[in-house]
């Protein structure tokens, strides 16, 4: 019983083996999660078109929720860029942001994630992220980091600018120049400057002065919140706000209640493919993450369960005042770095964000709109790899072109439409190539048993027997290609007497497949030529026995290559052998 209440709160695992010492590091790496997640909450807030308060309420009940069902140890929960990205871009259309409908629309799109989430992992459907593959998420988050970046631009300068794509923006921005505000601009710019110095060059600088590498690495990642409490020095002293800096204002004070979103039946269908998308993207996020620092430990995580735990923290923040939340990288790896040896330390950091809210909002009155812009553009520029479509076309022209249709999609049109391009072409292009599957001509090494391409290898062919590796699986798109392949090579070997179809890399057959194995097989007799399969594997062959094909196609099936030219041209295939032996 408390095995099977384990897989589903795996906080009851490593509960009982917690010490002082695990309390000791979780409480250090909350810490400093804490201070790099407060001001990165508030301009995460703001991205997704929230009042900035609403990040602090974000990162409080999910991560308690993720702490309890979540199976990743270092997985640090809350509000990232391309989520808050995707909530503005859903609801920005619908809904004046920042107004009270934006707000309970937020909530509900974070219940429909997790009702997303949570219904995946009763269905056992998280392969469905794999169709989101790593060049177009790699190619949505650089479109995204610099859609981001355009977009806080007008923070930086002071001016207003409205536009759904990196066109309209630019636009924007180019129009609105002249009526650039100087004092937010030098605000944004310095906060820029220092907030790129901290990150790039804070760490190697200190060590330098006899710091330590790790103590180094934890100063830098509270750039943020330095940066943050000199703004609002800056505004408090100079009395900046009221010479035109906009300021974050009255930030409420205290814990979020607790209540359900508006149920609108009609908002629900407009928001459910976002919610869809926004449920993907976040949990490839998380689990990519969560794997990746997994496995420098040495420790495994459960995709399943991490539906259940992401579905878990988003339904906390849809009660409990937030929006879409998911695991972020910078975040975690701080965590990781920190020393987090149990999920305790996300727990520990809501409680840090709790008593933030509790007691220091009104130190954010006159927090500057332009530091937690500059806060946004140094996070989201880092996950910018332009680089990688270069080397993404060296490798795969395919994938590249899928990651260039979602960087277009994103830039120019809009971050679903961008994402639902990518896979689109994605799956497209995957149909058109194994619809082409590679078909070798093989032959037999000399000296050996093995059976390799007669166009890359010196081989030895059988005059009698037709060998014919397929290097792909068998089904509707490309059976067809297979009849029309083997038709060219019959007219190719003229004197075959039996062809061999090799199948190592055969792990399905379908019924379309069938059909044409059936038809390949009639139209073989009908020249007489016998067809046989060799090296099936085993889940095919299962499914074949299950038909009548086995029985009537008149050929054998061999385990392998070398025993079916055994067996049909013995005397070819020991002179192969001895050839090498006499060299």
């Not at 009851?12 to 804490?34: F, H």
């Not at 409990?320 to 996300?346: E, K, W, Y």
């Not at 290559?561 to 002179?575: F, K, P, V």
Request: glycine share 8%.
């Amino acid at each position: 019983m408390m095995q099977r209440l384990a897989r589903h709160l795996p906080c009851l695992e490593w509960g009982k083996q917690y010490d002082k010492a695990a309390a000791a590091k979780d409480s250090l790496a909350a810490l400093i999660v804490t201070l790099m997640l407060i001001p990165q909450s508030l301009a995460y807030a703001m991205l997704a078109g929230l009042p900035p308060v609403t990040g602090l309420y974000a990162s409080i009940l999910p991560l308690i929720a993720y702490t309890l069902f979540g199976t990743s140890r270092t997985l640090a929960v809350g509000p990232v860029a391309v989520v808050s990205l995707m909530t503005a871009a859903a609801l920005g259309p619908l809904f004046a942001s920042g107004s009270a409908a934006y707000a309970g629309a937020a909530l509900l799109l974070a219940l429909m994630s997790g009702a997303t989430l949570l219904a995946m992992a009763v269905l056992r459907l998280g392969f469905l992220a794999n169709f989101l593959s790593h060049p177009v998420i790699s190619g949505f988050i650089s479109a995204s980091g610099i859609l981001i970046a355009l977009g806080q631009l007008k923070h930086i300068l002071g001016i207003s600018v409205t536009g759904d794509n990196a066109l309209q923006l630019l636009r924007g921005l180019i129009q609105g120049l002249p009526e650039t505000h100087v004092p937010t601009l030098a605000i944004g710019t310095s906060s820029l400057v220092f907030l790129f110095l901290v990150r790039s060059r804070l760490g190697r600088w200190l060590q330098r002065l006899g710091m330590n590498a790790r103590t180094a690495g934890t100063l830098t990642k509270i750039g943020p919140v330095v940066a943050l409490l000199l703004a609002i020095a800056a505004v408090s002293g100079f009395q900046l706000a009221a010479a035109g800096v906009r300021v974050v204002g009255e930030v409420p004070q205290g814990l979020p209640s607790l209540s359900l979103p508006p149920l609108d039946l009609a908002l629900i269908a407009q928001l459910l493919p976002a919610a869809v998308l926004i449920s993907l993207v976040g949990f490839v996020e998380s689990v990519s993450v969560a794997q990746t620092l997994a496995a420098k430990r040495r420790e495994r995580i459960e995709p399943n369960q991490e539906l259940v735990a992401l579905g878990g923290a988003n339904i906390a923040a849809a009660l409990s005042g937030g929006f879409p939340v998911t695991g972020g990288f910078a975040r975690s790896v701080v965590n990781f770095d920190a020393g987090a040896q149990t999920p305790l330390a996300g727990a520990l950091t809501a409680v840090g964000i709790g008593v933030t809210v509790l007691f220091f909002t009104p130190l954010f009155h006159n927090l500057p709109h332009a530091v937690l812009a500059a806060t946004i553009i140094v996070a989201v520029l880092s996950l910018v790899d332009l680089t990688a479509l270069t080397r993404t076309w060296r490798y795969s022209r395919q994938d590249a072109a899928a990651m260039a249709a979602t960087m277009l999609g994103v830039l120019l049109i809009g971050v679903e439409t961008g994402i639902i391009m990518g896979v689109g072409l994605s799956l497209l292009l995957f149909l058109w190539r194994t619809s082409q599957p590679h078909i070798a001509v093989v032959g037999q090494l000399p000296g050996s048993e093995h059976f390799r391409n007669i166009e890359r290898f010196a081989v030895v062919q059988s005059p009698r027997v037709l060998s014919v590796r397929v290097d792909e699986s068998l089904y509707f798109p490309n059976a067809r290609f297979l009849e029309d392949r083997i038709a060219e090579l019959l007219g190719q070997y003229p004197h075959a007497e039996h062809l061999v179809l090799m199948c190592p890399g055969v792990n399905l057959i379908d019924a379309s497949a069938l059909e044409s194995l059936e038809a390949i097989s009639a139209r073989l007799h009908t020249a007489g030529v016998q067809l046989h399969l060799s090296e099936v594997k085993g889940p095919v062959m299962d499914r074949l026995r299950r038909t009548d094909f086995l029985e009537h196609f008149g050929g054998q099936v061999f385990i392998s290559q070398y025993e079916a030219l055994l067996a049909l041209d013995s005397q070819t295939t020991r002179h192969a052998l001895e050839r090498q032996r006499c060299n």
